[in-house]
């Protein structure tokens, strides 16, 4: 396999200003101040981003930050037939930059996207619209070109509902979604990717079938995997998970504070090692953070400002490295390699790569920008090649002197 490098000090061009431990929330049927996204932090505060009214940009139904640059992507639902689809801004400061739009989906009602996440190669996985025999589903948006693929649809027809939510095992490639029938199933795409198995059904959230969101928990000590899950059942009976593996599924009642009815996405922030969770629908709309056993702590508080839909957290740990894509074709292809690490705001940083022991190169020297990221990207020509014939490093230097980052054998296939 045979690398094309770019010339060894390439400073970071991403300028997203979700700082590290903060997290942004979408909104549908926002009202004034809201434009249709938040900046909200564990302090309590929430700030309003701007930009959207004028780029005609409402009615977002779900919400994501990028694994590498962490730039916003946004999903359009029903109510906003002029501005459909998949796009990809970044923020400078609290104003969101021009929102290119990369995908549509064409056969999924109207267009509308339940919810995003990513693969192991860093391409938006996406759910939304009646699963086959319907024409919604899971659909892959490769980051580099927008081409759009239904995961779902190779296979056998499901029982009849709505995929309104996904996550990603970024260390399997297991993708997980909820469909909105047989009260609130929850299913497994095996990875890793391209993900070609066909779905298995892990279990429901018994409690009502509007499943609204899932989030992957990996195992903590002894207790395994598990996939958390929001859905629109009553008071306290709205929050829950069930094995990753499968099985049946187990209510979590909120302590102190006892869930509100209607809880509508939930997100495993790993940085914190606990989970952000908005309601949607009843007045005050709330966002809260809670442990894996059900102990919240109320955030912030919306009032009618619109309806939260979907939350993600800048919740990469400090010194991860990340390296896309992963797993590449057989056949040689112009392509484009993108890294990225987080550490502090402000800190300078570089990458290399090695083969062997020995150093290829260093590249991306440049400042930690607001999120705590720093990336960059340079084009290749890839093959399969041999799993691991490459190890990329990552290096800050800061406040706590010099860090370096563990290293990631590259490519994964």
Do not use: K
């Not at 930009?51 to 977002?60: E, K, P, S, V, Y």
């Not at 992507?73 to 930059?97: D, F, M």
Request: with cysteine.
């Amino acid at each position: 396999m045979r690398l094309l490098f770019c010339s060894a000090c390439l400073a970071s061009v991403s300028v997203a200003q979700v700082a590290p431990g903060e997290a942004i929330q979408s909104f549908f049927s926002n009202v004034a101040p809201i434009e249709g996204l938040a900046i909200v932090n564990r302090s309590g505060t929430s700030v309003p981003v701007t930009g959207l009214t004028a780029q005609g940009i409402q009615n977002i139904n779900s919400v994501a930050l990028d694994p590498i640059d962490n730039s916003i992507w946004i999903g359009s639902i029903t109510q906003a037939p002029t501005t459909h689809g998949l796009r990809r801004a970044t923020l400078t400061g609290t104003a969101l930059g021009p929102a290119a739009l990369v995908a549509t989906l064409p056969t999924a009602p109207g267009g509308s996207f339940s919810g995003i996440a990513f693969d192991q190669n860093g391409n938006p996985i996406v759910s939304g619209g009646a699963v086959p025999p319907g024409t919604g589903g899971v659909f892959r948006v490769i980051r580099a070109t927008g081409a759009v693929t239904n995961l779902l649809s190779p296979h056998p027809a499901l029982p009849a509902g709505t995929a309104n939510c996904v996550s990603v095992d970024q260390a399997t490639g297991d993708i997980y979604f909820g469909v909105t029938s047989a009260g609130g199933a929850i299913y497994r795409l095996p990875g890793p990717f391209p993900n070609t198995a066909p779905p298995v059904l892990l279990g429901t959230t018994v409690t009502n079938q509007t499943i609204s969101g899932v989030s992957f928990w990996p195992a903590h000590g002894v207790n395994p995997a598990r996939v958390y899950w929001t859905n629109f059942a009553a008071a306290n009976s709205c929050v829950g998970y069930v094995p990753a593996a499968g099985g049946a599924a187990v209510t979590t009642s909120g302590t102190p504070t006892a869930w509100p009815a209607g809880m509508n996405w939930i997100n495993y922030d790993r940085r914190q090692d606990d989970f952000w969770l908005c309601t949607a629908g009843i007045d005050p709309d709330q966002v809260y953070t809670m442990t894996d056993t059900g102990a919240n702590t109320l955030v912030v508080g919306f009032g009618a400002q619109g309806s939260p839909s979907a939350i993600d957290a800048n919740d990469a740990p400090a010194g991860s490295l990340r390296v896309v894509p992963q797993y590449l074709p057989a056949t040689p292809t112009l392509t484009t390699i993108e890294v990225s690490m987080s550490w502090n705001p402000g800190d300078i940083g570089i990458f290399g790569i090695f083969a062997g022991p020995t150093l290829i190169t260093t590249f991306g020297l440049g400042i930690f920008n607001g999120s705590g990221t720093l990336s960059t990207s340079f084009p290749a020509v890839l093959g399969a090649g041999s799993p691991g014939q490459f190890t990329f490093l990552g290096a800050s230097l800061g406040a706590s002197g010099l860090q370096i980052t563990a290293p990631l054998s590259w490519p994964a296939n």
